[in-house]
């Protein structure tokens, strides 16, 4: 609601879904998709972050998960500098 282009969004998506001769207010409505919208995100993040958190754990325990994290990280920022280096302007 403080991000104008997210609210935007929810005024040019949410009204697709309202029943002008409903018996509910439009309104109320409004507030109740949004409501819903919202707790399906926040609930979908919430899922993504206590799976990242326990993937992490996992990896962290992993001497070999790590040295191949380095070596990948490695590889990018290496093929990275060699595409700068090889740019023409």
């Known amino acids: 609601m403080l991000n104008p282009k997210t ?3 929810f005024m040019a998506f949410l009204p697709q879904f309202i029943d002008a001769s409903a ?3 439009v309104w109320l409505q409004f507030v109740v998709l949004g409501t819903i919208v ?4 926040s609930s979908a ?3 993504c972050v206590f799976l990242a958190g326990a ?3 996992r990896l962290r325990r992993s001497g ?3 040295r191949l994290m380095q070596r990948a990280g ?4 290496v093929g990275l500098g060699v595409h700068v280096a090889l740019q023409r302007s």
């Open 7 to 9: 609210a935007i969004f």
């Open 23 to 25: 018996v509910f207010p």
């Open 38 to 41: 919202n707790l399906m995100f």
């Open 45 to 47: 993040d919430i899922v």
């Open 55 to 57: 993937m992490i754990a």
């Open 64 to 66: 070999r998960a790590q």
């Open 74 to 77: 490695g590889a990018v920022l």
